[in-house]
C-alpha cells in the first residue's frame, strides 16, 4: 500500500488500443474498393505523408483531411461516405470500459489521446464510456500530440494532483516511458488486463 501522501488521486487512460480497439487496415481496404490503389499503398501513403501528425495536432481540418486524401487518392467518396469508412475502425475494450466505470466513484478520471475530431465526433456519440471521464485531453484540442512534454502538462492539471498521485496507461512504451520522467505511475497496455488490475493492487487502487 502507498503511503498516504502519495496515495492515487487520478487515472489518466489513453484511448486507442486501451478503451476502443482500432484497426486501419479496415478502412485501407474499403477505401481501396473506391480508388485506383490497393490497401497497402493507401496504408504506405498514410504512414509517409505525415498527414496523420498534421490532423491529430489540429493543423488541418476534417474537410481539409477529407480534401487532401481525396485528391492523393482519387477516390470517389463523398464527404459523409468518407467519414462513415475513416470512423468505421474502432471496437470497445469492454474490461477497460468496465474498468472506467468501477473508478468513477472514488478517482479523478482523464482522458489524454492523439486523435482528431473526425474520430472524436464518432466514438463521442458512439460509446458511452467517454461521458464517465472528468476531463478530455485531446492532441487536436491542444494543438500538441504525445509524447511533447506540453500535453503531459495539461493532463497533470486536467488530473488536479501531483504526477506522483497519478496513474496513467497507454499501449506505446515511449509515451508511458515520456511520461514516466515527469513522475508519474505509468502501466504499459497490451491486452495484459490481469496485470493491469495487478499494478492497480500495488498502487492500492480500489474498484469497489
Known sequence: M???KNKIKAVLFDLGKVILDFDFKLAFRRLSKKCPH???EIESYFLKSGLEVLYDG????S???YRIVKKALKHSLGYQEFKK???GVFTLNQKNADLVRKLKSRYRLVLISNTNAMHYDYIRN???VLGYFDSLILSYREKVRKPDERIYRKAIQACRAAPREILYIDDRPDLTEAAGTLGFHTFTFRD???ELLQKMER???RLN
Not at 58 to 61: E, L
Open 2 to 4: 502507498l503511503k498516504e
Open 38 to 40: 490497393a490497401p497497402s
Open 58 to 61: 489540429g493543423k488541418i481540418s
Open 63 to 65: 474537410a481539409e483531411f
Open 85 to 87: 469508412i475513416w470512423n
Open 126 to 128: 458512439k460509446y458511452s
Open 192 to 194: 495484459n488486463h490481469k
Open 203 to 205: 498502487l492500492g487502487i
